[in-house]
């Protein structure tokens, strides 16, 4: 009764602890309700509890909880241990417990793992066979997830939304178009209801692959409920887009409307002013992210120096590069050589090209970048050397080619 009324703290707890006798039952109830809420490791420490001081042993129940409470956790060395335990008890192969190996080990971005239970469980269900498709959606592993979907359907297994949801994650990655309005027609004729997870799995797939967000803006105005991840996902499409002044106008009802925006959020506005030029704004909301706890990350510093760059603020961003707390990666010096390029400073795109090839080296792009800057500015002989460079080492870029 008080784990359901959110009393789990000290409530339920202190009822457990002074029962005279525990069963198996009550070890399961209060060890599922840790491991379903915020405190899995509180459920990790109440299964140690029971192995150590009772007779009670843990059943096919038991270890499902335990197991998906190891994933709450982040706790990957638990999850194995507790994994040899369900061998050693012969329970591995259990449906239940296959599904929260095949859960736990997704989590930890094991997917190899994950796949190993799966292969090994005799008996699979539409549970099983979802979160393995889930698990290799969500690690960028969509040609083998598609693999799984194909089988799901020579087998009958029943589709849902949760399995559409992977689906749609698969043709962002892929580039789907096509086969993402189809599933997007199969939930429609099937009279799904689009929640909040099939939404923002819809508007992120319209998103990444349409030339147009009309698809997408169409269900975003359509979706009763919109969490962070919604308004993330129209904000990033309008703001990647070069659409600044709606992506802007988004995230001011966003704002409004007191949800809080997340690191997504911010990279989604500080493209739209790259794509711009408003550096005074992309400047304030840099500074913004402090105020809702948001931690900035490379991608949020290469949109800024993109920015600035794009303005022809050269010398700055390549300051705001050196003033930066993290080490620049490729992304951010690639923002600013781009820069360089666009506003023909060969003196500061000499220093970044170096930078990137010494950052590296195997990228022959970064050597062709500074070839190509060596001939506008009229040093065909130190190009020359690049080239020659170039070929002694083996390095070829490869050409480029579009999914769409």
Known sequence: ???????????????????????????????????????????????LQMQKSSDVKPDYFTLPLVLRACA???????????????????????????????????????????????????????????????????NGEPTLGFSVFREMISLGIELDGVVMVSLLLICSQLGWLKHGKSVHGWCVRRCLEIGISLGNALIDMYVKCSSSLSHAYRLFVKMPHRDVITWSSIILGYGLAGSSEIALQLFGRMLIGGEKPNNVTFLGVLSACAHAGMVKRAYSFLEKMKDYGVVAELKHYACMVDCLGKAGLLEEAELFIEEMPVKPDGAVLGALLGGCQVHGNFVVGERVAKRLIALEPEKPGYFVLLSNIYAASGRFGEAEKVRGFMQQRNLSKVPGYSLI
Not at 80 to 95: D, I, T, Y
């Open 1 to 47: 009764m008080y784990s359901h009324h959110n009393k789990l703290l000290p409530h339920s707890l202190s009822v457990f602890v002074h029962m005279p006798e525990r069963n198996i039952f009550s070890w399961n109830i209060i060890i599922g309700e840790f491991s379903r809420s915020n405190f899995p490791e509180k459920s990790m420490e109440l299964f």
């Open 72 to 138: 709450g956790a982040g706790t990957m060395k638990s999850g194995f241990c507790v994994h040899g335990l369900c061998v050693k008890l012969g329970m591995a192969v259990s449906l239940y417990i296959s599904s929260a190996l095949v859960f736990m080990y997704v989590t930890f971005g094991r997917v190899s793992a994950a796949r190993l239970v799966f292969d090994r469980t005799p008996k699979r269900d539409a549970v099983l066979w979802t979160a393995m498709l889930a698990g290799y959606a969500q």
